[in-house]
Nanobody, 125 residues
Framework: QVQLVESGGGLVQPGGSLRLSCAAS????????MAWFRQAPGKEREFVAG????????YYADSVKGRFTISRDNTKNTVYLQMNSLKPEDTAVYYC??????????????????WGQGTQVTVSS
């Protein structure tokens, strides 16, 4: 059974940091593009960051560029999202996703086949 399990969410003050992890099991995703999406209440799910299979190319939404860093460790079948300088508008449920594509990082959720259950990130004082 294929599973993506996110962890690392929580409550943090504005300006703080969190590191999300996404551990995959059931199959290797070392040949898959991986991404993080988020969904705030009443809003559509949006692309946050993505990484190619090799980890050498990363892509970010404009709203998080310079503050968030996506990385992956294919030996551990794990993807990370380091979030710094967090803002209240970053509050959302964050989802890890895996695509069947290897050389492209789609920004639309419909190109991703596997999803985690999500982890809540709340930025508030």
């Amino acid at each position: 059974q294929v599973q993506l399990v996110e962890s690392g969410g929580g409550l943090v003050q504005p300006g703080g940091s969190l590191r999300l992890s996404c551990a995959a099991s059931g199959r290797s995703f070392s040949n898959s593009a991986m991404a993080w999406f988020r969904q705030a209440p009443g809003k559509e799910r949006e692309f946050v960051a993505g990484v190619l299979w090799s980890g050498g190319n990363t892509y970010y939404a404009d709203s998080v560029k310079g503050r968030f860093t996506i990385s992956r460790d294919n030996t551990k079948n794990t993807v990370y999202l380091q979030m710094n300088s967090l803002k209240p508008e970053d509050t959302a449920v964050y989802y890890c996703a895996a695509s069947r594509l290897r050389f492209e990082v789609p920004s639309t959720q419909y190109e991703y086949t596997y999803w985690g259950q999500g982890t809540q990130v709340t930025v508030s004082s």
